[in-house]
């Protein structure tokens, strides 16, 4: 039963899918508070069961994104 999910969820997990829900990330601004996405997510994952991953790894870019940004970055003058 484990062997038969990871073969139906492998092939969303690849390259291009993980780079396509992460530009709906970036689309959104950055901002402390973040429900658009959270929401679009939510209904995706109860539209799309395997939408559930990509929550999570949208979440996790979306942190990085506002670790990495040069937007957040303190301004060096």
């Given at each position: ?32 508070s ?38 957040t ?5």
């Open positions: 039963m484990y062997t038969r999910c990871r073969q139906w969820h492998l092939p969303h997990l690849n390259h291009l899918n993980h780079l396509k829900y992460k530009i709906v990330i970036i689309i959104f601004p950055i901002s402390s973040p429900p658009p996405p959270f929401l679009i997510f939510y209904f995706l994952t109860l539209r799309f069961p395997f939408f559930f991953f990509f929550y999570f790894i949208s979440i996790f870019d979306l942190h990085l994104l506002r670790l990495f940004s040069p937007l970055l303190p301004n060096p003058t």
